[in-house]
Protein backbone atom coordinates (compact mmCIF):
# COMPACT_ATOMS: atom_id res chain seq x y z
CA UNK A 1 0.00 0.00 0.00
CA UNK A 2 1.22 3.28 -0.87
CA UNK A 3 2.40 5.39 1.95
CA UNK A 4 1.75 9.28 1.96
CA UNK A 5 3.76 11.86 3.48
CA UNK A 6 2.36 15.90 3.95
CA UNK A 7 5.27 18.36 3.66
CA UNK A 8 3.76 22.14 5.61
CA UNK A 9 6.54 24.01 3.52
CA UNK A 10 7.51 27.22 1.15
CA UNK A 11 7.83 26.93 -2.01
CA UNK A 12 11.55 27.47 -3.05
CA UNK A 13 11.20 28.85 -7.09
CA UNK A 14 14.21 27.52 -7.79
CA UNK A 15 13.70 24.63 -6.14
CA UNK A 16 16.86 24.31 -3.82
CA UNK A 17 14.73 23.85 -0.74
CA UNK A 18 11.00 24.05 0.54
CA UNK A 19 8.30 22.40 -0.71
CA UNK A 20 10.16 20.87 -4.16
CA UNK A 21 13.63 19.58 -2.20
CA UNK A 22 10.93 17.98 0.30
CA UNK A 23 9.11 16.11 -2.61
CA UNK A 24 11.59 14.91 -4.88
CA UNK A 25 13.15 13.13 -1.33
CA UNK A 26 9.61 11.88 -0.64
CA UNK A 27 10.05 10.58 -4.53
CA UNK A 28 13.30 8.78 -3.99
CA UNK A 29 11.77 6.90 -1.09
CA UNK A 30 9.03 5.87 -3.24
CA UNK A 31 6.18 8.00 -0.89
CA UNK A 32 3.32 9.94 -2.22
CA UNK A 33 3.86 13.32 -1.69
CA UNK A 34 1.79 16.01 -0.60
CA UNK A 35 2.08 19.72 0.32
CA UNK A 36 0.62 22.65 2.32
CA UNK A 37 2.05 25.73 0.62
CA UNK A 38 2.55 28.49 3.44
CA UNK A 39 4.80 31.22 1.35
CA UNK A 40 6.09 31.46 -2.36
CA UNK A 41 9.93 32.69 -2.64
CA UNK A 42 11.61 34.36 -5.37
CA UNK A 43 15.22 36.03 -5.78
CA UNK A 44 14.40 40.03 -6.49
CA UNK A 45 17.88 41.82 -6.80
CA UNK A 46 19.81 38.33 -5.15
CA UNK A 47 17.80 38.70 -2.40
CA UNK A 48 14.94 36.00 -1.17
CA UNK A 49 11.58 37.65 -1.10
CA UNK A 50 9.02 35.69 0.96
CA UNK A 51 5.34 35.99 -0.06
CA UNK A 52 2.94 34.80 2.63
CA UNK A 53 -0.24 33.12 1.41
CA UNK A 54 -3.24 33.45 3.16
CA UNK A 55 -3.47 31.91 6.63
CA UNK A 56 -7.54 31.18 5.57
CA UNK A 57 -5.89 29.45 2.36
CA UNK A 58 -3.18 27.58 4.35
CA UNK A 59 -5.61 26.15 6.63
CA UNK A 60 -7.87 25.09 3.27
CA UNK A 61 -5.04 23.35 2.03
CA UNK A 62 -4.71 21.16 5.56
CA UNK A 63 -8.35 20.12 5.67
CA UNK A 64 -8.40 19.16 1.84
CA UNK A 65 -5.50 17.15 2.47
CA UNK A 66 -7.11 15.54 5.98
CA UNK A 67 -10.79 14.84 4.67
CA UNK A 68 -9.19 13.36 1.62
CA UNK A 69 -5.91 11.25 2.67
CA UNK A 70 -4.53 8.85 5.66
CA UNK A 71 -1.17 10.83 5.84
CA UNK A 72 1.84 8.51 7.42
CA UNK A 73 4.37 10.70 8.39
CA UNK A 74 4.58 14.88 8.31
CA UNK A 75 7.74 17.30 7.62
CA UNK A 76 7.03 20.95 8.76
CA UNK A 77 9.59 23.39 7.43
CA UNK A 78 9.13 27.25 6.72
CA UNK A 79 6.13 28.37 8.07
CA UNK A 80 6.54 32.10 8.38
CA UNK A 81 3.61 33.64 9.50
CA UNK A 82 2.37 33.22 13.85
CA UNK A 83 -1.27 32.63 12.27
CA UNK A 84 -0.42 29.85 10.68
CA UNK A 85 2.10 28.13 13.11
CA UNK A 86 -1.47 28.02 15.62
CA UNK A 87 -3.11 26.05 12.64
CA UNK A 88 -0.24 23.67 12.21
CA UNK A 89 -0.37 23.04 16.19
CA UNK A 90 -4.03 22.13 15.90
CA UNK A 91 -3.29 20.01 13.17
CA UNK A 92 -0.28 17.96 14.52
CA UNK A 93 -1.50 17.84 18.17
CA UNK A 94 -3.45 14.38 17.57
CA UNK A 95 -1.07 12.98 15.00
CA UNK A 96 0.28 9.57 15.63
CA UNK A 97 3.14 9.47 13.14
CA UNK A 98 6.14 10.93 12.60
CA UNK A 99 6.70 14.45 12.63
CA UNK A 100 10.05 16.28 11.62
CA UNK A 101 9.85 19.98 12.51
CA UNK A 102 12.83 21.79 10.24
CA UNK A 103 12.49 25.18 12.06
CA UNK A 104 13.28 27.50 9.44
CA UNK A 105 14.03 30.74 11.11
CA UNK A 106 16.74 31.86 8.99
CA UNK A 107 18.25 32.11 5.60
CA UNK A 108 21.77 31.48 4.86
CA UNK A 109 20.79 33.24 1.51
CA UNK A 110 19.48 37.26 3.60
CA UNK A 111 21.01 36.38 7.12
CA UNK A 112 17.24 37.08 7.77
CA UNK A 113 15.82 36.07 11.25
CA UNK A 114 12.08 36.26 12.69
CA UNK A 115 11.82 37.73 16.08
CA UNK A 116 11.16 36.74 19.33
CA UNK A 117 7.69 35.86 18.78
CA UNK A 118 8.33 33.49 15.94
CA UNK A 119 10.66 31.86 18.14
CA UNK A 120 8.40 31.23 21.10
CA UNK A 121 5.28 30.34 18.73
CA UNK A 122 7.37 27.61 17.24
CA UNK A 123 8.74 25.89 20.72
CA UNK A 124 4.71 25.48 21.05
CA UNK A 125 5.26 22.95 18.24
CA UNK A 126 7.95 20.78 19.97
CA UNK A 127 6.08 18.86 22.44
CA UNK A 128 3.92 17.51 19.43
CA UNK A 129 6.71 16.89 16.97
CA UNK A 130 9.64 13.23 16.77
CA UNK A 131 12.83 15.36 16.12
CA UNK A 132 13.55 19.03 15.75
CA UNK A 133 15.87 19.45 13.13
CA UNK A 134 17.63 23.01 13.29
CA UNK A 135 21.06 24.35 11.66
CA UNK A 136 23.92 25.74 13.63
CA UNK A 137 22.02 29.41 13.10
CA UNK A 138 18.65 28.62 13.80
CA UNK A 139 20.16 26.05 16.92
CA UNK A 140 21.42 29.44 18.20
CA UNK A 141 17.97 31.30 18.25
CA UNK A 142 16.33 28.18 19.91
CA UNK A 143 18.64 28.05 22.45
CA UNK A 144 20.24 31.34 22.89
CA UNK A 145 24.02 30.89 22.73
CA UNK A 146 26.47 30.56 20.43
CA UNK A 147 28.08 27.55 18.90
CA UNK A 148 31.20 27.35 17.84
CA UNK A 149 32.34 24.45 18.75
CA UNK A 150 31.33 20.77 19.48
CA UNK A 151 31.18 21.06 22.90
CA UNK A 152 29.14 24.68 22.32
CA UNK A 153 26.79 22.34 19.86
CA UNK A 154 25.83 19.59 22.59
CA UNK A 155 25.03 22.75 25.10
CA UNK A 156 22.00 23.82 22.45
CA UNK A 157 21.03 20.61 22.14
CA UNK A 158 20.48 20.29 25.86
CA UNK A 159 19.16 23.77 26.01
CA UNK A 160 16.22 22.60 22.86
CA UNK A 161 15.77 18.98 24.82
CA UNK A 162 14.89 21.75 27.85
CA UNK A 163 12.75 23.61 25.70
CA UNK A 164 9.84 20.54 24.99
CA UNK A 165 11.36 18.64 22.31
CA UNK A 166 12.20 15.01 22.17
CA UNK A 167 15.03 14.96 20.68
CA UNK A 168 16.91 16.95 17.97
CA UNK A 169 19.91 16.88 15.58
CA UNK A 170 21.50 19.72 15.22
CA UNK A 171 22.62 20.56 11.20
CA UNK A 172 26.82 21.27 11.79
CA UNK A 173 26.94 21.67 7.70
CA UNK A 174 30.14 23.46 6.49
CA UNK A 175 30.26 26.63 9.43
CA UNK A 176 32.63 24.96 12.05
CA UNK A 177 36.06 24.79 11.29
CA UNK A 178 37.89 21.09 10.93
CA UNK A 179 37.83 19.17 7.91
CA UNK A 180 34.30 17.41 8.96
CA UNK A 181 31.05 18.51 8.61
CA UNK A 182 29.13 17.10 11.84
CA UNK A 183 25.85 17.15 12.93
CA UNK A 184 24.65 16.32 16.46
CA UNK A 185 21.73 13.97 17.34
CA UNK A 186 20.35 13.96 21.33
CA UNK A 187 17.56 12.62 23.13
CA UNK A 188 17.94 13.49 26.61
CA UNK A 189 20.31 10.52 27.43
CA UNK A 190 22.89 10.01 24.52
CA UNK A 191 24.78 12.16 22.26
CA UNK A 192 25.76 10.82 18.50
CA UNK A 193 27.49 13.11 15.98
CA UNK A 194 27.32 12.09 12.14
CA UNK A 195 30.09 13.22 10.58
CA UNK A 196 31.24 12.99 6.67
CA UNK A 197 34.38 15.13 4.84
CA UNK A 198 33.79 18.27 3.43
CA UNK A 199 32.61 18.99 0.05
CA UNK A 200 33.77 21.36 -2.09
CA UNK A 201 31.30 21.79 -4.20
CA UNK A 202 29.10 24.65 -4.03
CA UNK A 203 25.80 22.60 -4.74
CA UNK A 204 24.42 22.89 -1.07
CA UNK A 205 21.09 24.87 -1.63
CA UNK A 206 18.59 23.02 0.12
CA UNK A 207 20.49 20.62 2.38
CA UNK A 208 18.73 21.18 5.36
CA UNK A 209 15.35 20.97 4.13
CA UNK A 210 16.49 17.50 2.59
CA UNK A 211 17.96 16.24 5.25
CA UNK A 212 14.64 16.85 7.24
CA UNK A 213 12.50 15.54 4.30
CA UNK A 214 14.93 12.34 4.73
CA UNK A 215 14.87 11.44 7.95
CA UNK A 216 10.53 12.01 7.27
CA UNK A 217 10.99 9.12 4.71
CA UNK A 218 12.74 6.64 6.77
CA UNK A 219 10.72 7.01 9.85
CA UNK A 220 8.02 6.27 7.87
CA UNK A 221 9.18 3.38 6.18
CA UNK A 222 9.90 2.03 9.59
CA UNK A 223 13.83 2.76 10.56
CA UNK A 224 14.96 3.87 13.75
CA UNK A 225 15.65 7.24 14.47
CA UNK A 226 19.52 7.36 14.60
CA UNK A 227 19.72 4.96 11.74
CA UNK A 228 16.66 7.62 10.15
CA UNK A 229 19.59 10.36 10.48
CA UNK A 230 22.34 8.13 9.76
CA UNK A 231 21.39 7.17 6.36
CA UNK A 232 19.60 10.98 5.66
CA UNK A 233 23.47 12.51 5.72
CA UNK A 234 24.57 9.72 3.79
CA UNK A 235 21.18 10.59 1.11
CA UNK A 236 22.53 14.69 1.42
CA UNK A 237 25.75 13.95 1.18
CA UNK A 238 25.27 12.41 -2.45
CA UNK A 239 22.97 15.09 -3.33
CA UNK A 240 25.78 17.67 -2.43
CA UNK A 241 28.13 15.79 -4.71
CA UNK A 242 25.56 15.33 -7.72
CA UNK A 243 24.05 18.81 -7.33
CA UNK A 244 22.84 21.02 -9.75
CA UNK A 245 24.74 25.03 -10.89
CA UNK A 246 22.92 27.96 -11.31
CA UNK A 247 24.14 30.62 -13.11
CA UNK A 248 25.25 32.91 -10.20
CA UNK A 249 27.62 30.30 -9.13
CA UNK A 250 25.70 28.60 -6.43
CA UNK A 251 23.87 25.36 -6.46
CA UNK A 252 21.36 23.27 -5.43
CA UNK A 253 21.34 19.68 -4.31
CA UNK A 254 20.26 16.95 -6.45
CA UNK A 255 20.31 13.54 -7.06
CA UNK A 256 21.08 12.83 -10.72
CA UNK A 257 21.98 8.75 -11.19
CA UNK A 258 23.19 8.79 -7.77
CA UNK A 259 19.41 7.23 -6.77
CA UNK A 260 17.72 4.51 -7.52
CA UNK A 261 14.23 4.07 -5.85
CA UNK A 262 15.41 5.31 -2.52
CA UNK A 263 18.31 3.62 -2.54
CA UNK A 264 21.81 5.19 -3.33
CA UNK A 265 24.08 3.31 -5.67
Not at 48 to 77: C, H, M, P, W, Y
Request: charged share 20%; hydrophobic share 40%; with cysteine.
Amino acid sequence: MTQTVLTIAGSDTLAGGGLQSDLKTFENYHLFGLTAITCIAVVKNNQFEINDLSSTLFREQLTTVSENLDLAGIKIGLVHQLDSLDIVKSFIQDFEGPIVLDPVMAFKETDQVYGQAYRNKLIELFPFVTIVTPNLKEAEILSQQRITNLAEMEQAAQKIIALGASSVVIKGGERLSGELASDLFYDGDQFEFFSKPKLTEVTINGAGCTLASAITANLVLGKELVTAISESKEFVYQGIKNGVRLKNGEGNVWFGDSVNAGVLV
